[in-house]
């Protein structure tokens, strides 16, 4: 369903690249010697960094390398963010260690990488295929679906031979891409179903919410019950295009738009809004599936649905069904990530899930997260705490991101949750135990790889 709207007010798109790689570069120091000229091994020891801290290192380091820099990933395992650099750059290494970074030298170069993602989009723009570059195998990972077969799949074949040993491999997956809006519950705009983002306040200052932008072609009028009087109205949205996001407003400027996410009875807080780091763990909830879990695999991705090509999507590993459309991604200790895209497979059989930066999307309709704070990917150098301070399992700051500040969360119509625990259409719980009555998830709002028991936190916990 293309669906591209001029916005009506007119904001910048910001350029996403691999861990915000636009970001304003900053001095760091050289690494420390002692009296013999040796280098300190307390100051080249990588630090343990939270996922948000190591996308927040990430993003100085991008800029502080230059060509040097070839991506960056979070090593979950370790706790740490590994940098990659260009074999042959000695100093720059060094630099990047006495940041605190793991360092591996690479062959591809960011700026082959990216010639080599312009290449496909030039040549290999087929419905059904996307690419992404993965720092952890300094390629371009290339996935076909189900239906890139026989002159379409050799085009992609010989698209990516051309552009050389070692830039980028082949993934063929089971499922076929789609954007995730279908009819039921959850949100309801004619006969589409999706779920509810994240709450934000637009630039006048009245309660809205961001989805997908896909999901608005169903109509501008959206209700938090099928069939039911409309509660919100479509402001501004994009798809196809340089993203996927819709800012719907509220129609009664009275509503109350908390910054969390109900994840079926238990209540996580968005403290703010945060950039995405391959390797990071990421929740994901949905009107149809409820909570699932996974890994982000890739950074400004480009999708080619049968509906257009979308740009500068987080590639995961997360699960997703139709009806999940638009929902929230989010971290444990309660960064808002991404708004749910599209994707193959679903909650049985995996897949791959595509999703919307939420910090772009803020960025180009203006508007800040819960009741105030940053616009967009404000971001402010330094390590330091976020939003309400909150600490994910007792140990770093929960910074992240760019430092954005205030959170989101998920709030339908007037005052139900709304992506978490939506109506399923036709009356009957959805997928993970949603109430069909009052908005309240039930206790089983699990699916998948989901979690959400109580713990440390947020309480969330990965089942992988």
Not at 7 to 24: D, E, F, Y
Request: with cysteine.
């Amino acid at each position: 369903m293309s669906h591209k709207r001029i916005p009506k007010r007119k904001a910048a798109m910001a350029v996403g690249g691999v861990v915000a790689l636009g970001a304003a570069a900053i001095l760091l120091p050289s690494a420390n010697a002692s009296q013999d000229g040796a280098p300190d091994d307390a100051a080249a020891a990588p630090r343990t960094l939270k996922a948000g801290d190591a996308s927040d290192l990430a993003t100085r380091l991008a800029g502080m390398l230059g060509d040097a820099y070839a991506g960056a990933y979070y090593d979950g395992d370790g706790k740490r963010l590994v940098v990659n650099v260009v074999r042959g750059e000695g100093d720059m290494a060094l630099r990047a260690r006495s940041a605190g970074a793991a360092v591996r030298e690479v062959d591809n170069s960011m700026a082959e990488l990216e010639s080599g993602a312009r290449t496909l989009a030039s040549q290999a723009t087929i419905p059904g295929t996307s690419w992404a570059v993965d720092p952890r195998t300094n390629k371009i990972l290339v996935t076909a679906d189900s239906t890139v077969t026989g002159n379409k799949w050799d085009r992609l074949e010989s698209t990516v031979q051309s552009l050389g040993s070692g830039m980028a491999t082949i993934k063929k997956s089971a499922g076929t891409f789609r954007t995730f809006a279908s009819g039921g519950d959850a949100i309801f705009a004619g006969g589409a179903r999706c779920s509810l983002g994240f709450n934000v306040t637009a630039a006048d200052g009245t309660p809205a919410f961001l989805t997908a932008g896909h999901c608005a072609a169903a109509g501008d009028e959206w209700s938090d019950q099928q069939g039911g009087q409309p509660i919100a109205t479509v402001d501004q949205a994009l798809f196809p295009g340089a993203g996927d996001f819709a800012l719907v407003t509220y129609n009664d400027p009275a509503t109350e738009a908390p910054s969390e996410v109900n994840v079926g009875g238990q209540i996580v807080p968005v403290v703010q809004a945060a950039e995405a780091a391959v390797g990071q763990q990421v929740f994901r909830m949905g009107s149809t599936t409820g909570l699932a879990d996974g890994q982000v695999l890739g950074l400004n991705a480009t999708v080619n649905y049968p509906e257009g090509t979308v740009t500068g999507l987080i590639q995961t590993d997360v699960c997703a069904e139709p009806g999940d459309s638009g929902g929230s991604m989010f971290t444990q200790d309660g960064l808002a990530i991404g708004l749910t895209s599209g994707g193959s497979g679903d909650c049985t059989s995996g897949g791959e899930t595509f999703f919307q930066p939420v910090t772009t999307a803020l960025e180009a309709v203006g508007a800040t997260l819960g009741a105030g704070g940053d616009a967009g990917a404000g971001a402010q150098a330094g390590d330091q705490d976020a939003g309400a301070g909150d600490q994910a399992g007792g140990e770093q700051d929960a910074g992240a991101g760019a430092g954005e500040d205030a959170g989101a969360g998920e709030d339908a119509g007037a005052g139900d949750d709304a992506g978490a625990a939506e109506d399923a259409g036709d009356g009957e719980d959805a997928g993970a135990g949603q109430d069909a009555g009052d908005g309240q998830a039930g206790e089983g709002a699990h699916h998948g790889r989901g979690a959400g028991r109580q713990g440390h936190g947020s309480g969330l916990t990965s089942t992988r």
